[in-house]
């Protein structure tokens, strides 16, 4: 999930805290839950600050070892540890019982989101995507921003957070039967699919759509139960060349294979040199494709520059190409 949701969870866990005996009794208790549940729905996304060194960083380790079973089980010990230094008459077991609270749950949403964590390493570095819930859902915001204010105007937090979070568990179930509804559809479309990659959108009936077979790409968009194609590519495999192989080297395109599972490329000649790039194609947004992987080489096959990452203009992406001058 976003930032702004992942903190309204925290705040809404710490509402919840209030239900427990122990943490009422207290206010350093109280407060130091508050605190330490908003920073435990945080602080898997740590690694955010990886986009400071490259895109390609960021793509390759995001929602990875900060996500994993190990940072799960740590997090929260070195927030209650923090937290023990300036606090220390705090109840430390309802502490700690809380922030895990707050982590396991940051974690656990974003398996829901089409981007996913390596939530099982290090046992598998497999990725878990179900691809239900947008990685912002205004439905699942503005609930819980509802719910605060509700709070600060004087009601109940506990009952108030476990009835919306109910209300959230059939909204997650909701959206399940609709994906699943719609690859039924995707399929009696396309039956020689051979994968199908549906992921949702920040509108509530709208889904992005890409699929696969032997022979072609499909791109699309769902509306409710409607299906529609919008493109279509021949699925052409990466030829040996001296040109590709030289540019999958490079470190942008290799971190965009590492993420993408659904790409088409293109390959132009200039007078001066080649530029080799790869498409992702499940985020087709007003007829564009804005997640690319681009490499520029000489006539030797050597990389003058590369980029990986959102590109929603030509001259953006030209600009971030420039090679500099010795």
């Known amino acids: 999930m976003d930032t702004g949701t992942h903190i309204v969870m925290g705040v809404a866990i710490g509402g919840i805290a209030t239900l427990d005996p122990v943490v009422t009794e207290s206010s350093v208790t109280a407060t ?44 929260p010990m070195l927030i209650v540890g923090t937290v023990y230094l300036f606090q220390p008459e705090v109840n430390l077991t309802h502490l700690w019982m809380w922030t895990q609270l707050a982590v396991f749950l940051h974690v656990f949403v974003d398996i829901f989101n089409a981007y996913g964590t390596q939530a099982l390493r290090p046992f598998s570095s497999k990725w878990l995507a179900l691809g239900i819930i947008n990685t912002f859902d205004p439905f699942i915001f503005i609930l819980h921003v509802a719910a605060i204010i509700l709070w600060v105007f004087g009601a109940s937090p506990g009952y108030l957070f476990l009835g919306m979070y109910a209300v959230i568990v059939a909204y997650y179930i909701h959206r399940f ?65 001296a040109v590709l192989t030289a540019a999958m080297e490079d470190h942008n395109l290799a971190a965009f294979l590492s993420f993408s599972p659904v790409y088409r490329w293109e390959m132009d000649e200039y007078d001066d040199h080649f530029e080799v790039r790869f498409i992702d194609l499940r985020y087709r947004s007003n007829g564009h494709y804005p997640f690319v992987a681009v490499v520029k080489l000489d006539k030797n096959h050597e990389i003058l520059s590369s980029y990986t990452g959102w590109i929603y203009s030509e001259e953006k992406l030209q600009k971030k190409l420039e090679v500099i001058p010795n």
């Open 177 to 241: 039967v609709l994906k699943r509804k719609l690859l039924k559809i995707v399929n009696k479309m396309i039956p020689d699919a051979t994968e199908v990659i549906i992921a949702p959108t920040m509108r509530n009936s709208e889904w992005r759509i890409a699929v696969m077979n032997d022979h072609q790409f499909f791109v699309g968009r769902a509306k409710g139960l409607t299906v529609t194609i919008l493109d279509q590519f021949n699925r052409i495999p990466v030829p040996e060349t």
């Open 32 to 75: 130091s839950v508050i605190i330490a549940t908003i920073v435990g729905s945080q602080i898997p996304d740590i690694d955010t600050v990886l986009k400071l060194k490259s895109n390609a960083v960021y793509i390759r380790n995001h929602r990875g070892i900060t996500h994993s079973i190990p940072a799960v089980i740590l997090w």
